[in-house]
C-alpha cells in the first residue's frame, strides 16, 4: 500500500505530560508510522470536564501504510500499552495519560460508528487548531473547503500557551 500523510493530535495530563508525548510518538516510529513534521508544544486548558490538570498537546504529520481503522487501533494499542483507561471505568473528557486522535487521513472523509474523518471537533479547538496550524498553515477542512485558519480566527476562550 502506498503511504499516506496523516494528521495525528497527541494530548496528556496525568504524570511526567513531557516524557508521555515523547513516548507515544516513539511507539508510533517502532510501529513504522513515520514523524514528517511535529509542532510544538503547548500547555492548554481542560475544555470540556475543567476540573482537572492541564495538558500538553501538540501534533504531528505522519506517513503511513495504515488503512485508516488500522491506525485507529494501533493509537488505541499505544494508549493502552501507556496506561490510559476508557469505557465505564473512566471520566469521559476527563485526566488520561495519553490521547491519541486521527484528525485528517489524507484526503479522506468517513464517519463509521467507531471513527470519524476529519476528527468533528477539529475545527472547535484551539488546542487542536493551533499546533495543527504551525505545521501546515494553508491546510483546508477536506469537506467544507475552510481554511483551518479562519476556523482558529473564530474561536474565543480556550487558553493556551506554547511551549517549546
Not at 42 to 58: A, G, I, R, S, V
Not at 87 to 105: A, H, M, Q, W
Amino acid at each position: 500500500m502506498p503511504l499516506k500523510h496523516a494528521f495525528l493530535a497527541l494530548g496528556s495530563n496525568l504524570g511526567d505530560r513531557q516524557k508521555n508525548l515523547e513516548s507515544a510518538i516513539a511507539a508510533l516510529e517502532a510501529a513504522g508510522v513515520r514523524i514528517v513534521q511535529r509542532s510544538a508544544v503547548y500547555e492548554t486548558e481542560p475544555q470540556d470536564f475543567k476540573d482537572q490538570p492541564w495538558f500538553l498537546n501538540m501534533v504531528l504529520k505522519v506517513e503511513t501504510t495504515c488503512f485508516p481503522i488500522q491506525l485507529l487501533t494501533l493509537l488505541h494499542r499505544i494508549e493502552r500499552e501507556m496506561g490510559r483507561i476508557r469505557g465505564r471505568e473512566s471520566v469521559p473528557k476527563g485526566p488520561r495519560t495519553i490521547d491519541l486522535d486521527i484528525l485528517l487521513y489524507g484526503k479522506a472523509v468517513m464517519d463509521v460508528p467507531q471513527l470519524a474523518i476529519p476528527h468533528p471537533r477539529v475545527s472547535e479547538r484551539r488546542f487542536v487548531l493551533e499546533p495543527l496550524l504551525e505545521i501546515a498553515p494553508d491546510l483546508r477542512h477536506p469537506v467544507t473547503g475552510r481554511l483551518f485558519s479562519r476556523d482558529l480566527a473564530q474561536l474565543t476562550g480556550q487558553r493556551t500557551k506554547k511551549l517549546t
